[in-house]
């Protein structure tokens, strides 16, 4: 399916009629670069798998964050 077919259905949900009509459900896929110089994980071999690991769970162990869970 094209997206441009998809603007035009609208599901009936979106008619503001019915039960419960006031909830909303929300969605996103974000895509988010946080390790600069590191390639997506698709892309990684083994080793660089593990280090970049390590590298993240030092660095959440590190933080307070580790602690509150």
Do not use: H, P, Y
């Amino acid at each position: 399916m094209e997206l441009k077919n998809l603007a035009g259905r609208v599901g009936v949900w979106l008619g503001g009629s019915g039960l419960e009509t006031d909830i909303v459900i929300s969605s996103r896929v974000r895509l988010a670069r946080n390790l600069r110089g590191v390639n997506f994980i698709g892309r990684l071999d083994d080793r660089q798998r593990r280090k970049i690991e390590a590298r993240c769970r030092k660095a959440i162990l590190d933080s307070k964050v580790a602690g509150a869970c």
